[in-house]
Nanobody
């Protein structure tokens, strides 16, 4: 299963972006999917994750109340709606899928938030 992330770009602080992650083999091939981010010189960190077959999502404290993760089973796509963006949200965002085989990663999409 291949993951293809898209939707990154340059936005001013306070703005919004929506990231998409398309799963070629279907999102139900994963037990859970999530978004991670990695800023220059920092470790990759979990932003949000969601079970693919229902259940509550989880969020990093830094994005709670601003970001919303969702998935559309029919479209085999996961989303991350990012509102009230801050300069510290600037990172490369990666989508992830996890199942019994391990982790699958998309190629990353750059989000830059200007102050």
């Amino acid at each position: 299963v291949q993951l293809q992330a898209s939707g990154g770009g340059l936005v001013q602080a306070g703005g919004s972006l929506r990231l998409s992650c398309a799963a070629s083999g279907g999102i139900l091939s994963f037990n859970a999917m999530g978004w991670y981010r990695q800023a220059p010189g920092k470790q990759r960190e979990l932003v949000a994750a969601i079970p693919t077959r229902g259940g509550n999502p989880i969020y990093a404290d830094a994005v709670k109340g601003r970001f919303t993760i969702s998935r559309d089973i029919a479209l085999n796509t996961m989303y991350l709606q990012m509102n009230s963006l801050k300069p510290e949200d600037t990172s490369v965002y990666y989508c992830n899928g996890r199942n019994w085989r391990g982790d699958s990663w998309g190629q990353g999409t750059l989000v830059t938030v200007s102050s």
